[in-house]
């Protein structure tokens, strides 16, 4: 009836009464209306985590109707109210495992997910997810790399490795190489290890003695257009203070003889204006004062050279006097105190050998030492090189050679003026024993000196490139012809004149004493 069919509207689908719906069916049964239905009707509720679905179908009357349902959310969909509603999708960077949620759970740090996701995915090697929630892994980029999937940070590549992009972990810089930072993205950063450097042919090299090596250092970079400064970006083999290369040969490394003469760095690097090999010598018109240059106007040399002439004549003469003069001889005290003179001498000499040796003295020897250099005719000591104009080792060399010569000479032109004044002539001694006994005392008071200076030319000094350099004069290079075999030839020839022969007439006076007396 239509008043039924009202009833059954009124009541509706979902929440009818058992005992109506019973009593409709059995009037329906009964076909008391062969047209009466039901009207699908939207529930009010659907719980957390439900949503309501719709479906269609044809009912036994052969109407179209919906039939509502409440059903769980979806694993990756999520429903918050208690509406009627449908599940909305687990935005980026959250999911739902499991159905039947009310909200998605975000991802934690070193996984992702994108919209929908029922499970949060890890990110895969060289990708990291720094934070919760994220709807993408980032890509670590090169010089950077993770050690497994999931990584929530990435690592640098530590030194001696380096990753591109396309490398799928950080690879090992070839034997011998090194990086001079972490995150090195590329092969061609790689560099000589501290302690080596890489030479001309593309090999590293154990940094020669005398020179330190910066990581990364390649003598592509000295010879490059930055020659004159060196730059940590750019780093090429640096010498030590105290030794000395040239330009022509920046890695052939000489020792120098003066301490502080050479200050390492760039080659031919010296202190105090000084030039040549191993920061021996001074410009022309200068003079060397220690480590450091100075002008010869200011200096004084040709009369200090002078001064020294003459009182080196003064000394010779007094010495000749005083060791021949028969009241002196007759003197024990006199004589004791003469003979004291010249071993006092001898022992001035033997300080001034200490002072050429490869030393460092401290005071109070580092004052005194060199101001025995006069007695062994240190030419430097005597401002020579001003007297010349420039330095000139050979030149100071032959000075040394023929000093004893001009001492016996200087012996025999006083005792002859003596001998020709007849108030002194008892100071004269003017004969062959006299002469001989000056010239024997003066030899063997000066013979350190003068057997030292013999050796001149043999007494050379070995460098970390094998090379050898004369001691006296470090800017003469031994054993390569030139200067050097000429300073040979005459110390061979100082040997005979000097120790050799007087050594040997000292023996045959000794074994002949008796028939000689």
């Known amino acids: 009836t239509a008043a039924g069919q009202q009833k059954v509207s009124d009541v509706g689908y979902f929440p009818i009464n058992a005992n109506l719906k019973a009593k409709m069916a059995q009037r329906i049964a009964e076909k008391g209306n062969a047209q009466a239905d039901y009207i699908p009707v939207q529930p009010e509720v659907c719980w957390n985590g439900t949503e309501l679905m719709e479906e269609d179908y044809v009912n036994q009357f052969g109407n179209p109707k919906v039939r509502y349902s409440c059903s769980p959310c979806s694993p990756g969909y999520f429903k918050q109210l208690n509406t009627p509603t449908k599940c909305r999708t687990c935005r980026a960077g959250t999911a739902t495992s499991l159905p039947g949620q009310s909200a998605c759970t975000f991802c934690s740090p070193g996984s992702f997910?994108?919209?929908?996701?029922?499970?949060?995915?890890?990110?895969?090697?060289?990708?990291?997810?720094?934070?919760?929630?994220?709807?993408?892994?980032?890509?670590?980029?090169?010089?950077?790399?993770?050690?497994?999937?999931?990584?929530?940070?990435?690592?640098?590549?530590?030194?001696?490795?380096?990753?591109?992009?396309?490398?799928?972990?950080?690879?090992?810089c070839p034997s011998g190489l090194t990086t001079k930072f972490m995150a090195a993205d590329a092969q061609s950063d790689c560099v000589c290890a501290a302690g080596t450097f890489r030479n001309l042919f593309g090999n590293c090299e154990a940094c020669p003695v005398g020179m330190t090596c910066p990581v990364g250092s390649d003598m592509a970079n000295f010879y490059g257009s930055n020659t004159t400064s060196f730059s940590v970006d750019t780093p090429y083999p640096q010498l030590l203070p105290g030794y000395y290369s040239t330009l022509a040969e920046p890695l052939s490394v000489y020792k120098c003889l003066k301490e502080g003469a050479c200050t390492g760095g760039d080659p031919e690097s010296c202190a105090g204006g000084l030039v040549d090999l191993v920061c021996t010598q001074c410009p022309p018109g200068e003079e060397r004062n220690g480590t450091t240059c100075t002008s010869c106007k200011d200096s004084g040399g040709f009369f200090l050279s002078l001064f020294a002439l003459l009182a080196g004549m003064l000394c010779v003469s007094f010495v000749h006097v005083m060791t021949n003069w028969p009241l002196v001889k007759g003197n024990r005290a006199v004589m004791t105190a003469v003979y004291f003179g010249g071993m006092g001498a001898t022992v001035v000499l033997t300080f001034g050998v200490y002072g050429t040796l490869d030393a460092v003295w401290g005071p109070p020897m580092s004052s005194f030492l060199p101001v025995f250099g006069?007695?062994?005719?240190?030419?430097?000591?005597?401002?020579?090189?001003?007297?010349?104009?420039?330095?000139?080792?050979?030149?100071?060399?032959?000075?040394?050679?023929?000093?004893?010569?001009?001492?016996?000479?200087?012996?025999?032109?006083?005792?002859?003026?003596?001998?020709?004044?007849?108030?002194?002539?008892?100071?004269?001694?003017?004969?062959?024993?006299?002469?001989?006994?000056?010239?024997?005392?003066?030899?063997?008071?000066?013979?350190?000196?003068?057997?030292?200076?013999?050796?001149?030319?043999?007494?050379?000094?070995?460098?970390?490139?094998?090379?050898?350099?004369?001691?006296?004069f470090g800017a003469m290079v031994c054993w390569e012809g030139g200067d050097h075999s000429i300073l040979v030839t005459m110390s061979v020839f100082a040997l005979l004149l000097y120790p050799i022969s007087y050594l040997t007439l000292i023996g045959v006076a000794s074994f002949a004493f008796g028939p000689l007396s």
């Open 113 to 172: 997910a994108v919209d929908g996701s029922s499970n949060c995915t890890l990110c895969p090697g060289n990708f990291v997810a720094p934070s919760p929630g994220a709807g993408a892994c980032n890509d670590c980029g090169a010089g950077y790399h993770t050690t497994e999937a999931g990584s929530s940070a990435c690592l640098r590549c530590g030194l001696g490795r380096y990753r591109a992009v396309a490398d799928a972990a950080c690879e090992a």
């Open 374 to 472: 006069i007695l062994q005719l240190d030419m430097d000591f005597l401002s020579f090189s001003c007297v010349l104009g420039q330095k000139s080792f050979i030149a100071e060399y032959m000075v040394k050679l023929f000093a004893f010569p001009a001492m016996g000479a200087v012996v025999l032109c006083v005792s002859f003026v003596l001998n020709k004044i007849q108030y002194v002539r008892r100071f004269a001694s003017f004969n062959g024993p006299a002469l001989l006994n000056t010239l024997g005392f003066l030899m063997s008071a000066l013979f350190v000196s003068v057997s030292l200076m013999s050796l001149e030319g043999f007494r050379c000094k070995t460098n970390p490139n094998g090379k050898a350099i004369l001691q006296a």
